[in-house]
């Protein structure tokens, strides 16, 4: 129960483990953490962030890059290639970051499979994309998409899939994905992306309070 812990969402990682260990030194040693997804691809350090999340068993939701990770990277181990390479995505980082540890790349995928779309504590709805306007299919295969990769410039497009009324849920849609320069408040949601990789900052919110605590790129998380 929010209140009784410290539970804090920290916003999308992208593979920068140096400015995520800052961000942590912030927060209470006895929180809970929460990660929104994304903390692969694009920065030099994804498997140092998966193995510190798992050993720490601490939460995350799925998010599109881990969806990319699960979806290509036998595929780029077995020989093959694949968009997950190419331009921005953010793959070649994250496989040049286990060094040829495919034992432990393998490992982390099977661990993936068990991420959920989506974390529900009180009134607190988790989600890697803009997840507001898919709340009630929230469970059901079609809202999936919505759930790891709406966003809000997606109204004139995507808004014949939107749920009625979604402005006016009793909950609070925390959420990652889309970058902004600094977290994007709305009458119930928060959007919590502030571009760490690109040169932005790393954020964590804290549910109840909803006090913000945010650290720079670190920028060995870039440098090649």
Known sequence: MIGKEKVYVIGDVHGCYYTLKALVKKLPKDAR??????VCDRGLHSKRIFDFIIKNEHEMVLGNHERY????????LNGGTNRWLKGRMGGKETLKSYKGDTRALLQHIEWLKSIPRYIFIDKYFIT?????????RR??????????????????????????????YDVINI????????????????????????????????LGSM??????LDKRDIKK
Not at 33 to 38: S, T
Not at 69 to 76: D, V
Not at 211 to 216: E, H, R
């Open 175 to 206: 959420f990652g994905h889309t970058p902004y320069e600094d977290v994007k408040v709305g009458k119930n949601y928060y959007g919590i992306d502030t571009g760490c990789v690109y040169g932005g900052k790393l954020t964590a919110i804290e």
């Open 128 to 136: 890697h994309g803009f997840g507001l306007p898919y709340f009630q």
């Open 211 to 216: 006090k913000i605590v945010q650290v720079k």
């Open 33 to 38: 953490l929460i990660f929104v997804g994304d």
């Open 69 to 76: 990770m699960l979806e290509y990277a036998i595929e780029i």
């Open 139 to 168: 469970d059901k295969f079609e809202s999936l998409d919505g759930l790891t990769k709406n966003r809000i410039s997606n109204k004139k497009e995507w808004s014949h899939d939107w749920e009625s009324g979604y402005e006016d």
